[in-house]
C-alpha cells in the first residue's frame, strides 16, 4: 500500500489546537485595538513568549517537521487569528531564516537565540532586502558593503525599505552588493548586532493592512561590523564571487550562483501562502456563520444561491489553495526539487485566493461588512499584502513560467 495520507498526525493536531487556542483567545479579541493603534503589539508578543509561540524553541521544532508542515500550519492558524499581530509575531522569523540559510553553525547559534530573546525581555528582528529603488528587482541593489581588511570590518552604506520590524529590531540582517559587476550574484548577507552605530530608522510607513506590524525604512551610514558579521564568512564569500565572476567571463557553468536574498524569500514562499489561508478562512467562517444567522425577506441570506455558491467556491479555493501550500512544504522537506516552482505557485494561488475570500466576505456581510464592527473590513485591507510582499503576484507568475519554459521571460 501506497503511504499517502493527508492525516495530520497526532502532534501536528495538537499544536494546531493549541495555537487556535491562543488565536482565538488572545490575538482576536486583541486585533481591533492594535489595528487602530499601528504600533507593534508588545503585550501580545509577550504572552506569545510566555506561553512558548514566540520562541527559538517552537519554530525550530516546527521547522524540522519531517512531513514540511509544522510551518504551514502554525502559519495558519495565528493568521487566522489576526494577520497583523501574527507578522509582528513571525516577522522575527525572515531574519533567522535569513541567517540559516546563509551562516554557519556558529553564526546561526550567536544571533537567532538574540532575534527572539526571552519571555522577560522579548526583541524582534528585520530582514532587509528591498530598497527605494529595488523592490522586485533585485539586482538593482545599491547598498554596498566594503571590507576594510585592516580591521576585518565590513562597511555598510545604503538605504533598505519596507522593513518588517526595521529600526526596533534587536537584530537586523541586511543583504547588500560586494561585488557591483555582478549584479544579484555580487550581493551577500551581514549581521548587523544590536547597537551598531550608524543604523537608525527611517519613515514608518502608515499602511492600508497589517497595521499591527512595523514597517519602516532602515538607513545605514557608514555602519561597521565586524568581519564575522559576513554570513557564510569570507573564504565561502570569495568561492562563491570568483565561480560567478568566471561564469560572468562565460566559464564553466559550475557556478550555481548564490542570492542571497532569492534563497530566503523562496524558502518562505509556501509559509506566505499559509498566511493567506488563515486569513481567507478566517474571513470566510465570519461570512457563513452571518449568511446563516442574517435574514432578509423571512429567510437566512444563505437560502439565496448568489449567496451559498460564494460559499461554496470560497471554501473550494481556500482548500485548494491549503493543499497547493501543503504540497511545496512537502517537497522542500523531502528535499523534491521546485521545477515548476512550486512554491511560487501556492503563495500566488494562496494569496490570490485571500484577496478574492475576504472582498467577497465583505459583500457577504452587506453594510456591516464595511464597518470596523465586524473583522472582515480588517481582513480585506490585511489581505492585499499577500500578492505584494515576497514577491508580487506577476514575480510569482513570472518565476513559473520561467521554470516551466525555459525561457527568460520578461
Ligand atoms: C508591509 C510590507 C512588509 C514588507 N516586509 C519586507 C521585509 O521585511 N524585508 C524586505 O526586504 N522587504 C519587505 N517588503 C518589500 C516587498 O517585498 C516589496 O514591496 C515587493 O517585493 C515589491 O517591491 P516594490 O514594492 O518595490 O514594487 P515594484 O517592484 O516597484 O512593483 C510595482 C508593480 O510592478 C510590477 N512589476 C515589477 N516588475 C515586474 C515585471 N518584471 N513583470 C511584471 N510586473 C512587474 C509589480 O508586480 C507591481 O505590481 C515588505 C513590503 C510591505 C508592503
Redesign the pocket.
Known amino acids: 500500500m501506497a503511504n499517502f495520507t493527508l492525516e495530520l498526525n497526532d502532534e501536528q493536531k495538537q499544536v494546531r489546537d493549541w495555537l487556535h487556542g491562543f488565536a482565538s483567545d488572545v490575538m482576536r479579541p486583541a486585533a481591533a485595538e492594535w489595528d487602530e493603534r499601528e504600533e507593534t503589539p508588545w503585550p501580545v508578543i509577550q504572552e506569545a513568549a510566555r506561553i512558548g509561540v514566540y520562541s527559538l524553541d517552537f519554530y525550530a521544532r516546527q521547522y524540522f517537521d519531517p512531513t514540511g508542515l509544522g510551518i504551514p500550519l502554525a502559519m495558519e492558524e495565528l493568521f487566522w487569528g489576526d494577520a497583523g499581530i501574527a507578522l509582528s509575531i513571525v516577522?522575527t522569523g525572515?531574519a533567522a531564516v535569513g541567517v540559516l540559510t546563509n551562516g554557519t553553525e556558529e553564526q546561526i547559534g550567536t544571533w537567532i537565540p538574540q532575534m527572539y530573546g526571552d519571555a522577560d525581555q522579548v526583541r524582534v528582528a528585520?530582514?532587509?532586502?528591498?530598497e527605494p529603488d529595488a523592490?522586485?528587482?533585485v539586482g538593482a541593489l545599491r547598498t554596498r558593503a566594503v571590507y576594510d581588511e585592516a580591521k576585518d570590518e565590513w562597511v555598510l552604506d545604503g538605504t533598505k525599505t519596507?522593513?518588517?520590524n526595521g529600526g526596533i529590531a534587536h537584530v537586523h540582517v541586511v543583504v547588500a552588493v560586494v561585488d557591483p559587476e555582478l549584479g544579484s550574484r555580487g550581493h551577500a548577507s551581514f549581521v548587523v548586532p544590536p547597537g551598531t552605530p550608524g543604523l537608525s530608522q527611517g519613515q514608518k510607513f502608515r499602511?492600508h493592512g497589517?497595521r499591527a506590524?512595523h514597517?519602516a525604512e532602515v538607513v545605514l551610514d557608514g555602519v561597521r561590523v565586524p568581519g564575522d558579521c559576513l554570513l557564510g564568512g569570507k573564504e565561502k564569500l570569495d568561492e562563491r564571487l570568483a565561480r560567478a565572476r568566471e561564469r560572468a567571463r562565460g566559464g564553466p557553468a559550475g557556478a550555481r550562483g548564490g542570492n542571497a536574498a532569492m534563497a530566503t524569500f523562496e524558502a518562505s514562499r509556501p509559509a506566505v501562502g499559509a498566511m493567506a489561508v488563515g486569513t481567507a478562512r478566517a474571513a470566510y467562517e465570519i461570512a457563513l456563520d452571518y449568511a446563516r444567522t442574517r435574514t432578509q425577506f423571512g429567510r437566512p441570506v444563505i437560502d439565496n444561491q448568489g449567496i451559498a455558491f460564494q460559499l461554496a467556491d470560497m471554501r473550494t479555493r481556500i482548500d485548494a489553495a491549503r493543499l497547493l501550500v501543503w504540497r511545496a512544504s512537502w517537497m522542500a522537506a523531502a528535499g523534491k526539487p521546485f521545477d515548476a516552482a512550486e512554491g511560487s505557485m501556492s503563495k500566488l494561488y494562496a494569496g490570490e485566493v485571500a484577496k478574492d475570500v475576504t472582498a467577497r466576505a465583505v459583500q457577504i456581510l452587506g453594510g456591516n461588512g464595511f464597518t470596523r464592527d465586524y473583522p472582515v473590513e480588517r481582513m480585506h485591507r490585511d489581505a492585499a499584502?499577500y500578492t505584494?510582499?515576497?514577491?508580487?503576484?506577476?514575480?510569482q507568475r513570472?518565476v513559473i513560467a520561467r521554470a516551466l519554459s525555459g525561457v527568460p521571460i520578461?
Not at 505584494?388 to 514575480?395: A, H, L, Q
Open positions: 516577522g525572515l528585520a530582514f532587509c532586502s528591498s523592490g522586485s528587482d519596507w522593513a518588517t499602511k497589517i506590524s514597517t499584502i505584494i510582499f515576497e514577491g508580487t503576484s506577476e514575480i513570472l520578461r
